[in-house]
């Protein structure tokens, strides 16, 4: 075992993925090193997610495994399953400690006073104090502005894992901007459970007012937001995806394109508004990559209310879906509804949206050959555009460096095949 060392198994969201990167950075300042797994280190954090069934079976499995794969290092579990499901985890026989969303800030002190007896003041930490985080194994920072959810989508586990909405003051936020271009970061998500209810210091919702001031700030690094929901869409943030600093992309999940569903969802649009909020920002912005997600299989469901959904995918030429059969949260209102749809239906309409996202994908991403468009370098010959066309780059890329910005001239499409789930683009690149 080595010592002084910690590794990570972040599962789900970019909240997380920005959370376990602050927790990183800030076990590293009191020298602890974050390693792989392989390494055997002396920690294992292991960041969970519960937002769906098979979210929670995938938790108790890396648990397990992490246990078995590991004797004697100290394994502390995190996030939204440790906060809605936590006597289930410490009764797991090898758990070192379970440690909520809303503690989650606190988790390198504890580590810290447990295994070495060193005594943190936690008393001014909150769900934003994660200090400067960089990121950890990946090339684009995730920045957290929000957390926590107000709504009561009847299908939505969320909010008992998150808590009510808060947001992080705009000072902070704006600090952090800087820190992260000063640092040469290529690329800036900004993530929360709902961006759009952003609100300043003196709770007004103001999301689109701190973009401007984000925008202002830069002149090297992209700013990304991770999803919006549909009632957030509107002209001001059509005219704001025209900065030239600003990705052409937006995720805005749908959920269903039947109105009846969604009310029974309890979201807070129709099919018709959502239609007439991504027309109109693919009208000001023609450039936009939108992506969505979509629950398919809600409790009476019919084939035609989820052709719906296909139908608006369509209409819009949405480019990427998230796909997900639906399954029944413990204490959710959905719940107390009959599940009247098998899983074989509900499995071969994913199928069936996951083929419509390739498909969907592929004619975004054509329109685009023979066009050179920004790019950060990742790692194994592959990069990311700012309207989110995975390349793969045929000419020799020893010069490059993780997180540099190149140009890439998008060549052809390679379809998926048995290795690979996902097609991508060919791309050359100029440096």
Same mark, same amino acid.
């Given at each position: 075992?080595?010592?002084?060392?910690?590794?990570?198994?972040?599962? !789900?969201?970019?909240?997380?993925?920005?959370?376990?990167?602050?927790?990183?950075?800030?076990?590293?300042?009191?020298?602890?090193?974050?390693?792989?797994?392989?390494?055997?280190?002396?920690?294992?954090?292991?960041?969970? #997610?519960?937002?769906?069934?098979?979210?929670?079976?995938?938790?108790?499995?890396?648990?397990?495994?992490?246990?078995?794969?590991?004797?004697?290092?100290?394994?502390?579990?995190?996030?939204?399953?440790? =906060?809605? *499901?936590?006597?289930?985890?410490?009764?797991?026989?090898?758990?070192?400690?379970?440690?909520?969303? @809303?503690?989650?800030?606190?988790?390198?002190?504890?580590?810290?006073?447990?295994?070495?007896?060193?005594?943190?003041?936690?008393?001014?930490?909150?769900?934003?104090?994660?200090?400067?985080?960089?990121?950890?194994?990946?090339?684009?920072?995730?920045?957290?502005?929000?957390?926590?959810?107000?709504?009561? #989508?009847?299908?939505?586990?969320?909010?008992?894992?998150?808590?009510?909405?808060?947001?992080?003051?705009?000072?902070?936020?704006?600090?952090?901007?800087?820190?992260?271009?000063?640092?040469?970061?290529?690329?800036?998500?900004?993530?929360?459970?709902?961006?759009?209810?952003?609100?300043?210091?003196?709770?007004?919702?103001?999301?689109?007012?701190?973009?401007?001031?984000?925008?202002?700030?830069?002149?090297?690094?992209?700013?990304?937001?991770?999803?919006?929901?549909?009632?957030?869409?509107?002209?001001?943030?059509?005219?704001? @995806?025209?900065?030239?600093?600003? #990705?052409?992309?937006?995720?805005?999940?749908?959920?269903?394109?039947?109105?009846?569903?969604?009310?029974?969802?309890?979201?807070?649009?129709?099919?018709?508004?959502?239609?007439?909020?991504?027309?109109?920002?693919? =009208?000001?912005?023609?450039?936009?990559?939108?992506?969505?997600?979509?629950?398919?299989?809600?409790?009476?469901?019919?084939?035609?209310?989820?052709? *719906?959904?296909?139908?608006?995918?369509? *209409?819009?030429?949405?480019?990427?879906?998230?796909?997900?059969?639906?399954?029944?949260?413990?204490?959710?209102?959905?719940?107390?509804?009959?599940?009247?749809?098998?899983?074989?239906?509900?499995?071969?309409?994913?199928?069936?949206?996951?083929?419509?996202?390739?498909?969907?994908?592929?004619?975004? !991403?054509?329109?685009?050959?023979?066009?050179?468009?920004?790019?950060?370098?990742?790692?194994?010959?592959?990069?990311?555009?700012?309207?989110?066309?995975?390349?793969?780059?045929?000419?020799?890329?020893?010069?490059?460096?993780?997180?540099?910005?190149?140009?890439?001239?998008?060549?052809?499409?390679?379809?998926?095949?048995?290795?690979?789930?996902? !097609?991508?683009?060919?791309?050359?690149?100029?440096?």
């Amino acid at each position: 075992m080595k010592k002084n060392t910690v590794s990570f198994h972040t599962l !789900g969201c970019r909240l997380n993925i920005f959370e376990s990167d602050g927790l990183s950075t800030a076990l590293k300042k009191e020298g602890i090193e974050t390693v792989s797994e392989l390494e055997k280190p002396e920690i294992i954090i292991i960041n969970t #997610c519960t937002v769906t069934n098979k979210a929670d079976s995938k938790n108790r499995s890396i648990i397990r495994g992490a246990i078995k794969n590991n004797p004697g290092a100290k394994i502390w579990v995190t996030g939204c399953y440790a =906060e809605t *499901d936590k006597e289930i985890i410490e009764n797991i026989p090898g758990i070192t400690g379970v440690v909520g969303n @809303t503690e989650k800030s606190k988790l390198p002190s504890i580590i810290l006073n447990t295994l070495y007896g060193k005594e943190i003041d936690t008393k001014e930490f909150d769900r934003f104090s994660y200090s400067d985080v960089m990121p950890s194994s990946h090339t684009r920072a995730y920045l957290k502005i929000q957390d926590g959810c107000n709504r009561v #989508c009847s299908y939505c586990k969320i909010p008992s894992a998150r808590g009510k909405a808060v947001s992080r003051k705009e000072e902070d936020v704006l600090n952090q901007v800087s820190y992260l271009q000063d640092q040469g970061v290529g690329e800036i998500i900004l993530t929360g459970v709902n961006l759009g209810w952003y609100k300043d210091s003196e709770s007004k919702k103001s999301f689109n007012t701190l973009l401007k001031k984000i925008l202002d700030r830069l002149d090297y690094s992209r700013l990304r937001i991770s999803s919006i929901e549909p009632s957030d869409v509107g002209h001001e943030l059509a005219d704001l @995806t025209l900065h030239p600093r600003f #990705c052409n992309y937006l995720h805005v999940p749908m959920q269903s394109g039947n109105s009846r569903i969604l009310k029974m969802m309890k979201r807070s649009y129709t099919a018709e508004t959502f239609y007439k909020r991504i027309k109109l920002a693919k =009208e000001k912005n023609p450039a936009l990559f939108i992506g969505t997600d979509i629950i398919t299989g809600f409790p009476g469901e019919t084939e035609d209310e989820f052709l *719906d959904s296909v139908n608006l995918v369509n *209409d819009l030429e949405i480019s990427k879906i998230h796909a997900f059969p639906f399954s029944v949260r413990k204490g959710t209102t959905a719940e107390n509804l009959k599940d009247s749809i098998s899983k074989e239906v509900k499995k071969e309409r994913v199928q069936i949206l996951n083929s419509l996202s390739r498909k969907k994908y592929k004619e975004f !991403g054509e329109k685009y050959i023979g066009k050179t468009l920004e790019t950060i370098y990742e790692d194994n010959e592959t990069g990311v555009t700012d309207n989110y066309l995975k390349v793969k780059f045929e000419t020799d890329t020893k010069s490059l460096k993780r997180g540099q910005f190149l140009k890439a001239k998008i060549l052809s499409y390679k379809e998926p095949n048995e290795h690979l789930k996902e !097609g991508h683009f060919l791309s050359s690149f100029e440096s």
